[in-house]
Each structure stands twice: as structure tokens, then as C-alpha cells.
């Protein structure tokens, strides 16, 4: 994908098992780079200690967050010659600390901060969801102050309908102010969860600020009793997804970055080969 302006980067989520030690984060990045890509998106909860919950939960998802929390993320991603795309955090705490929020953010030279899926939030509450659309405002304001800005990356749970014809996603996009709150779309968990994906990134339009991606497929590591497979991340290119056609209008839409996030379903589960994979097709 070889458009000016655009970057292309890996969400740090993919790397808790190969980021340990300086030695493997300095290896690690190192390659990313000589894949092609420009930067990575780091998580909050990634580059300080972990808490035992979180490394609980993210273990089971397949994507241990690791010892990583102890490292100089700022030093290493320099060193690479990388640049830090997006600093994901959660809501909660930039509403408690947005000013530390923002000093990071600014520390690792982006002007951009994502709010994740809420974890344990009811997304089929329509009184629910318009609060955290007036949420997503205030702290989008907190961070215009400081010249950032906000953005939402959904998974597949905004798609619950609220009430009939109207989804959670209906609501964040209605809801909340275009010059205070925008959009990192993750057209795999919309396409997960049963919607047309390219629908939606036509909606949003120049709300688009940033593409996640990763192809969805299936990968069968073993004797299978039936053919029928699990579904899960795949390489870009080697899945299902019409990914030229989103690319079509990611491009269309002016997006600042793509970002690829692959879960756990890596070749040879070797997070560094599927990356290396899908460069491939980024950089074709």
C-alpha cells in the first residue's frame, strides 16, 4: 500500500510474547522495521507494569501482554527508527488523569489517543450508550486542550441493537461531536460480528482516522473429527476479506494510518512471521 502520508504500523498487542527483555523488544522492533512498517500502536497497559487481572485476561484472549511493562519504550522505538502511531488508553483513566495521559502521549510524539471497546459495559443500553457518547466528548475536549486528539475503536459489541434499526454504533456516531471525538475502525470485529464492513467505513467517511486491520479465515493445525473450523485472524491476504476493496475506501476516506492487529492464530504462532506475512500485502 504506497500512498503519501499513510503509515503503516503493528498494534503492540501482537508482540507480549516476543517484547520479554530489552534484548527480544530490541530484535523484535528491529524487524518490524525491516518489514516495511513505519511505527507501532502502543497500549498504556503494555508500557507500564501490568496488573494481574489484565495479564490473567489477556492470556486467555491468546495475547499475553508479557514483562514488557518494564521497558523504556520511548529509547526502544527510537532506536528502531520507528514512530509511535497512536497511544491507546482506557476511559476510565484519562478520565481520572488525562493530564498524565497526554504528557505520554506527547512523550512519544503523537498527537493521537484511542479509547477502546468498554470491558464490562452493556453496549445494548441505549441510556448507556448515549452517556458514554457525552463521555467520549468531555474527555475529547480534556485532550483538544492539549492538541490531541480522540479517538473509539470498536470490536463486534457496538453492533448490539439498542432498540429496533438502532445500534450502539448509530448512537456513537450521532452522539458524539465530530471536531472532539473520531474513529479508528476495526473492520475485522464489524465483519466477525456479521455486518458489511465497507457500509460502514462509507458512513463514517472523514471520521476515519485510522484502519485496523487483519484478514479473518481459518487455519487447521490438526486432525479434525468435522470441517467445520473456527474462525480467527489470518494473514493479510491469505483470508476471506475483500481487504483491496476496504483498502479502497480506507484510502477514499483519508486515513492517517493502518494498523494491523492479528490475534494469536499467528504461522507456526510466531507473531513475527505473520507480521512479516502480511507486509507482504501492505506493501505490495
Not at 480534556?142 to 450502539?168: C, D, F, I, M
Not at 476493496?245 to 477514499?252: D, N, Q, S, V
Given at each position: ?151 473509539y475503536h470498536n470490536h463486534n459489541v ?66 479434525a473429527m468435522t470441517p467445520i473450523l ?55
Amino acid at each position: 500500500m504506497k500512498s503519501a502520508g499513510i503509515k503503516k504500523a503493528v498494534q503492540q498487542i501482537m508482540l507480549g510474547t516476543v517484547t520479554g527483555s530489552e534484548a527480544a523488544a530490541r530484535m523484535t522492533l528491529r524487524s518490524i522495521k525491516a518489514a516495511g512498517y513505519d511505527g507501532l500502536e502502543l497500549n498504556r497497559f503494555m508500557i507500564h507494569p501490568t496488573p494481574f487481572l489484565v495479564r490473567v485476561m489477556t492470556k486467555a484472549a491468546g495475547m499475553p501482554t508479557g514483562s514488557g511493562g518494564k521497558l523504556n519504550w520511548k529509547s526502544l522505538v527510537e532506536e528502531a527508527g520507528l514512530s509511535v502511531i497512536s497511544l491507546h488508553a482506557d476511559l476510565g483513566s484519562l478520565e481520572r488523569e488525562a493530564d498524565r495521559v497526554a504528557e505520554e502521549a506527547k512523550g512519544f510524539q503523537t498527537d493521537t489517543v484511542v479509547i477502546t471497546g468498554m470491558y464490562r459495559f452493556d453496549y445494548g443500553d441505549e441510556k448507556a450508550v448515549r452517556e458514554l457518547a457525552q463521555r467520549l466528548n468531555r474527555a475529547g475536549e480534556t485532550l483538544k486542550k492539549e492538541n490531541l486528539s480522540l479517538l473509539y475503536h470498536n470490536h463486534n459489541v457496538e453492533l448490539l441493537q439498542v432498540k429496533p434499526g438502532l445500534r450502539a454504533y448509530d448512537i456513537l456516531l450521532s452522539d458524539t461531536d465530530p471536531e472532539l471525538v473520531n474513529f479508528e475502525f476495526d473492520s475485522y470485529w464489524f465483519t466477525d460480528g456479521g455486518a458489511d464492513a465497507k457500509d460502514w467505513m462509507r458512513r463514517l467517511g472523514g471520521r476515519m482516522k485510522l484502519w485496523h486491520v487483519t484478514d479473518r479465515g481459518s487455519r487447521q493445525t490438526g486432525p479434525a473429527m468435522t470441517p467445520i473450523l473456527k474462525c480467527d485472524s489470518m494473514e493479510l491476504g491469505t483470508g476471506n476479506m475483500d481487504l483491496d476493496g476496504l483498502k479502497e475506501i480506507a484510502l477514499h476516506n483519508g486515513i492517517q494510518a493502518i494498523v494491523l492487529e492479528s490475534h494469536k492464530n499467528w504461522i507456526d504462532r510466531d507473531p513475527i512471521k505473520s507480521l512479516e506475512k502480511s507486509a507482504e500485502w501492505l506493501n505490495q
